[in-house]
Structures are given as structure tokens and as C-alpha cells.
């Protein structure tokens, strides 16, 4: 499958007082559709930076950044965040549901700002994300209302609503104990093969690292191990 994310000899540098500091030094990757992979390492390792460029959220200081095809340093801020709103899902550690909206309404709300949607198609494509995470009997209750477990699942059909063809998590585990982490971790394998999205996680957490069927290790701003596995059974 063709790659859906590629870096070629990137580096992002930030500016600290006087000093400018190199949060990546000249990554390469290649990220295939498809893939459900894992970014780990230290603390100030460059994980956030680098999915921050994947996620179009910020661009390269030099190299390239291409997401979909397209070049991310070529395009404005309103361009990178038209990118984001049509072809990229995120999942949080902190869930990031509005509180006063039903599950329900929290899934179709990314719906809202896509034109051209009809109120029937919506409300399909949000009933049957929240039927595949589990949650069918709890559509209409508000987060306050849910279990941790239950408000990352929500997120999790939040992200997958637009049919994004790139999903990214960053640390989706943080916040939950073992046994829900695993439960929210096989959700989203079962979605990656069965709706075929792109997964990249961004973790500290050992259980997203075995689930992952590739391993990307950064150290001090570059990949340092790149493992491929055999799929969990």
C-alpha cells in the first residue's frame, strides 16, 4: 500500500530565549496506508513534535512533511487546518468530549462543520461508530455520565466520523486503568482492520507498544529503532 505519510530529512527547531533548540534531526519515515504503529520514547524524544507535523498542526523547519501526497511546509495555517478537518482523526489522553453534549452529539459535531451532509446520513454514520465501540445503549448520555473507558470510546468514533483516512492518539491509555486500555486497544485494532484507517499512536504505555505491529523508537530528535511485528491474534 502506498504511503500515507512521509518524512524526508525533517528538522523542527524551536526558539528558547536565545538558543534555538532541535526537537527532530533529520527524521526520514514512511508510514503505509493502513499501518497501525507506534511512536515511543523519552521524555523530550521528539514524539509530540513529530506528531504535531504528521498532524499538521505545525511544519517543518527544513525537509519535507507529506501527508496524503500533499506538502505540509507549502501550506498556510487555514490551508494545513482544512487538511486536518477532511483527512486526519485525533484521539486524547484527556478524551476531550464537551461536557454538555451527549455522546451522541459529541460524535456528530466534527459532522457539522462538513457541508453537505443530509440529518439522516449523520445520524447513520454516528449510530453505527457508537454501535462499534460499544456504546449503543449510552448515545444519549453526557460524559459526566461515563466511565473513563466510556468517554475515550466516544472519542474514539469522534475521530473515525469524518472516515479520516490518518488517525493519530496521543498517549489514548494515559488516563485509564490496564484492563479498560486494553478493551479501548482493541477497539481500535478491530476498526483498523475492518475499516482499514490508519492508526499512529504516540505512547509511554508498554501494553500500546506490544499492541502495535510497528515499533518507532526516537531518541533525542531521531528514529533510533524501527521494529516491525506479526499482528496480536
Known sequence: MSAIVELNQVVKEYESGAQKVQALRGVDLE??????????????????????????????TSGTVLVTGEDIGAKSKTQRSELRRHKIGFIFQSFNLVPVLSAFENVELPLS???????????????????????????????????????????????????PELILADEPTANLDSKTGETVLEIMKKINEEEKATFIFSTHDKMVMDYARRLLVLHDGRIVEDERREARP
Open 31 to 60: 508510514i503505509a496506508g493502513g499501518e497501525f504503529s507506534s511512536i515511543a520514547g523519552p521524555s523530550g524524544s521528539g514524539k509530540t513534535t513529530l506528531l504535531n507535523l504528521v498532524g499538521c498542526l505545525d511544519a517543518p
Open 113 to 163: 462543520l462538513l457541508p453537505g451532509l443530509s440529518r439522516e446520513a449523520r445520524t447513520e454514520r454516528v449510530e453505527h461508530l457508537l454501535e462499534m465501540v460499544g456504546l449503543a445503549d449510552m448515545m444519549q448520555r453526557r460524559p459526566d455520565e461515563l466511565s473513563g473507558g466510556q468517554q475515550q470510546r466516544v472519542a474514539i468514533a469522534r475521530a473515525l466520523v469524518k472516515q
